[in-house]
């Protein structure tokens, strides 16, 4: 179980060269629930609060205001019990070239303070279900972006964990390869684990989520299954959705 309930998270940003500070409020009192057994679909525009969203969730950042709880834990009162919880996907694509992925897997394994027979099974049994058993001896300097992005996957996956946060897992990958990450999310699903993930990419909103929230400047516009937001909205795709908040933050200002 994911619950956030009114958060805020505001960066302070200064300006080189007028030196000027500049608040940027990145969430702005954002509630929702993903329960388990249930993938719920992040989307919003470019800079909406996506990701700083999925990095509070994940424990690598602090709200400012409000609470967030994964499988019951606080994130602020707990934060190490709740961070064991969480399998967290970045979009930072960094792999340490110099390993192979079974290595890798080892390494995470070992910080994770997972057994290292069972990280083993566990890690070759992701990396099979990803397809890349095959490059689990393989130097990962020469891997392609989703073949790094599989390993990725893998280790978030590692330990075993309740709660399930990627951001953007099918960005820049084929079709084939976003298949395969998209069939994983599903097997995630059935083993009731709570799935959070960011994304803008509309087919995979329609294909895996069950509900959608979609962000915008901060905010929370709907929280519905894909169908009953086109329903709200009265817009034939997710993409009209979009345009409408556009148009309706433009006329704010
Ligand atoms: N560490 C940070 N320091 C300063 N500002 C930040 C920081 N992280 C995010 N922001 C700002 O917060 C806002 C939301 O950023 P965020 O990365 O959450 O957006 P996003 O929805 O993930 O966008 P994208 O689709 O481009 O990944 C942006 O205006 C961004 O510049
Ligand atoms: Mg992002």
Redesign the pocket.
Known sequence: MIQLTDVY?T???KDKRSRAKKQ?E??KGLSLTVKPGEIYGLL????????????MIAGL?QADQGQIQVCGIDTKAEPEKARAMVGYLS?DLNVYGRFTPRELLRLFGEFQGVDAKVAERRGMHLLEKLQLLDFADVKMEGFSSGQKQKVSIARALLHDPKVVIF??PTTGLDVLTAKTVLDLLRIMRSEGRSVIV?T?VMPMVDEICDRVGI?FD?ELHGDAAPKQILETWNAKTLDEVFFQLAARSAAEV
């Not at 919003?44 to 990095?55: D, E, H, I, Q, V």
């Open positions: 998270k960066f302070t940003v940027i990145a969430v919003g525009p470019n800079g909406a609060g996506k990701s700083t969203t999925l990095r950042m979009t951001d953007e960011s803008h962000i901060g």
